[in-house]
C-alpha cells in the first residue's frame, strides 16, 4: 500500500507523455511503463493499459522504440500472466534484439519468446529459447539481469517437472535459486528451492522431498514470511500420506488448521482455506472419520471458486459416497 502513491504519480506521467511527441518523449514512456510493471506482479496490467493507450502512435516510434515497445509488452503480459496465443510478434523482436541489443536486451527477448512457446505448448521451442536467453546472460558485468536470469531457469524447471525429468528440474532449480540470491530476491529463492521437493518425489526419495520442504519452510520464517512458510509447511502431507505415516500427517494438518483457524479469526479469507478443507476432507475420509470429511468437504464444494480445488472435494466425495454405496448422487 505504500508504494501506491508511486503508481498513481507514475501513471498521471504516462497519461501526460502519451500525448506528447519526439523520441525523448517515447524514450520517457516506455521507462515509466517497465517501471511500473517491475514494482509488482498486480501493476503490470497497469502497464498494459498505459502501452495501449500508446498504441496509436507506434507510427511515430522508431524502430528501435517499436521494438521496446513490444518487448515490454510481452513482458507486462506474462507478469500478468496473460497467455501468449502467436509468436510472430516476438521472433521479430527476438531476432532484432540479436543484432542490435545488449546482453540484457537480448536475455529478456529470448525469454519472452520462450514464454510464447510455454503458452503454445510446445515445449522443445520453449527450452530452446530459455536455453538461448541464459546464454546472452553476462554475469561478469555488475548490471547482469539475474532476476530475469533466475526465472528462465525456474521456467526451464516447471517444464523439466511436467515431462517428469528430475535431474534436469533439479539443476534448473538449483540455477534458479541462486540467481535468485544474486538478484537479492529473497523469497523466490527460497520458493525455487523448495520447488525442487517434486523433483525428489519423482525420484521416490521422499524422505528429501520432506527436508527441501522443511528447511524451505525454516528459511521463510526466519524472513519474516510466515504466511507462506504454513503453506509450505502444509505441503509434506502428501508426502507422509504417501508413506502411510497417518499419525505425522495428522500433525502436520492440525498445525495447518490452527494457522487458518486464526487467519480466519482476523477476516481473512481467499481460496487457500478451502483448498486446505478439501486436503482435511481427504484425511478424515483416509482414516474413516466420514462426518469430518463430508463436514470439510461440504464447505469446500460450496464456496470455494478454484476448479482444481472443486475437483479435489467431488474426487474425495465420490470415494465417500462409495463406501456408504451412495455413489448414485456423484
Given at each position: 500500500?505504500?508504494?501506491?502513491?508511486?503508481?498513481?504519480?507514475?501513471?498521471?506521467?504516462?497519461?501526460?507523455?502519451?500525448?506528447?511527441?519526439?523520441?525523448?518523449?517515447?524514450?520517457?514512456?516506455?521507462?515509466?511503463?517497465?517501471?511500473?510493471?517491475?514494482?509488482?506482479?498486480?501493476?503490470?496490467?497497469?502497464?498494459?493499459?498505459?502501452?495501449?493507450?500508446?498504441?496509436?502512435?507506434?507510427?511515430?516510434?522508431?524502430?528501435?522504440?517499436?521494438?521496446?515497445?513490444?518487448?515490454?509488452?510481452?513482458?507486462?503480459?506474462?507478469?500478468?500472466?496473460?497467455?501468449?496465443?502467436?509468436?510472430?510478434?516476438?521472433?521479430?523482436?527476438?531476432?532484432?534484439?540479436?543484432?542490435?541489443?545488449?546482453?540484457?536486451?537480448?536475455?529478456?527477448?529470448?525469454?519472452?519468446?520462450?514464454?510464447?512457446?510455454?503458452?503454445?505448448?510446445?515445449?522443445?521451442?520453449?527450452?530452446?529459447?530459455?536455453?538461448?536467453?541464459?546464454?546472452?546472460?553476462?554475469?561478469?558485468?555488475?548490471d547482469c539481469d539475474y532476476t530475469t536470469l533466475s526465472r528462465i531457469y525456474g521456467q526451464m524447471g516447471i517444464l523439466f517437472e511436467k515431462q517428469h525429468i528430475p535431474y534436469q528440474e533439479l539443476s534448473a532449480l538449483n540455477n534458479a535459486t541462486k540467481y535468485a540470491y544474486l538478484a537479492k530476491d529473497t523469497l523466490n529463492?527460497?520458493?525455487?528451492?523448495?520447488?525442487?521437493?517434486?523433483?525428489?518425489?519423482?525420484?521416490?526419495?521422499?524422505?528429501?522431498?520432506?527436508?527441501?520442504?522443511?528447511?524451505?519452510?525454516?528459511?521463510?520464517?526466519?524472513?519474516?514470511?510466515?504466511?507462506?512458510?504454513?503453506?509450505?509447511?502444509?505441503?509434506?502431507?502428501?508426502?507422509?500420506?504417501?508413506?502411510?505415516?497417518?499419525?505425522?500427517?495428522?500433525?502436520?494438518?492440525?498445525?495447518?488448521?490452527?494457522?487458518?483457524?486464526?487467519?480466519?479469526?482476523?477476516?481473512?479469507?481467499?481460496?487457500?482455506?478451502?483448498?486446505?478443507?478439501?486436503?482435511?476432507?481427504?484425511?478424515?475420509?483416509?482414516?474413516?472419520?466420514?462426518?469430518?470429511?463430508?463436514?470439510?468437504?461440504?464447505?469446500?464444494?460450496?464456496?470455494?471458486?478454484?476448479?482444481?480445488?472443486?475437483?479435489?472435494?467431488?474426487?474425495?466425495?465420490?470415494?465417500?459416497?462409495?463406501?456408504?454405496?451412495?455413489?448414485?448422487?456423484?
Amino acid at each position: 500500500m505504500k508504494k501506491l502513491p508511486l503508481v498513481l504519480l507514475a501513471i498521471v506521467s504516462l497519461f501526460v507523455l502519451a500525448g506528447c511527441h519526439g523520441d525523448k518523449q517515447y524514450d520517457d514512456l516506455l521507462q515509466q511503463a517497465d517501471s511500473i510493471m517491475n514494482i509488482n506482479d498486480d501493476s503490470a496490467k497497469v502497464a498494459i493499459k498505459l502501452l495501449d493507450k500508446a498504441k496509436p502512435q507506434l507510427n511515430n516510434f522508431s524502430k528501435a522504440q517499436r521494438m521496446r515497445y513490444q518487448l515490454l509488452y510481452h513482458k507486462a503480459m506474462n507478469k500478468a500472466d496473460i497467455l501468449f496465443s502467436s509468436d510472430s510478434i516476438m521472433k521479430n523482436v527476438a531476432a532484432y534484439y540479436e543484432k542490435h541489443g545488449t546482453s540484457n536486451e537480448r536475455m529478456l527477448a529470448y525469454y519472452m519468446l520462450g514464454c510464447v512457446y510455454r503458452d503454445l505448448y510446445e515445449a522443445p521451442m520453449a527450452l530452446e529459447n530459455y536455453d538461448k536467453a541464459a546464454e546472452q546472460a553476462d554475469t561478469t558485468k555488475k548490471d547482469c539481469d539475474y532476476t530475469t536470469l533466475s526465472r528462465i531457469y525456474g521456467q526451464m524447471g516447471i517444464l523439466f517437472e511436467k515431462q517428469h525429468i528430475p535431474y534436469q528440474e533439479l539443476s534448473a532449480l538449483n540455477n534458479a535459486t541462486k540467481y535468485a540470491y544474486l538478484a537479492k530476491d529473497t523469497l523466490n529463492a527460497i520458493l525455487f528451492f523448495q520447488n525442487k521437493s517434486t523433483a525428489f518425489y519423482d525420484l521416490s526419495e521422499i524422505d528429501s522431498a520432506i527436508h527441501i520442504n522443511l528447511k524451505a519452510y525454516n528459511l521463510l520464517k526466519k524472513h519474516g514470511y510466515d504466511q507462506i512458510a504454513n503453506i509450505v509447511f502444509g505441503c509434506n502431507y502428501g508426502y507422509y500420506i504417501e508413506k502411510k505415516d497417518y499419525s505425522l500427517a495428522n500433525q502436520y494438518l492440525m498445525k495447518m488448521k490452527s494457522f487458518l483457524d486464526r487467519m480466519q479469526a482476523n477476516n481473512f479469507s481467499d481460496n487457500i482455506d478451502f483448498s486446505f478443507h478439501a486436503t482435511l476432507g481427504d484425511y478424515y475420509n483416509r482414516v474413516n472419520k466420514l462426518d469430518s470429511a463430508l463436514f470439510y468437504l461440504n464447505i469446500c464444494k460450496e464456496q470455494t471458486t478454484r476448479l482444481d480445488t472443486r475437483i479435489s472435494a467431488y474426487a474425495t466425495l465420490k470415494k465417500i459416497a462409495y463406501k456408504q454405496n451412495d455413489w448414485k448422487q456423484y
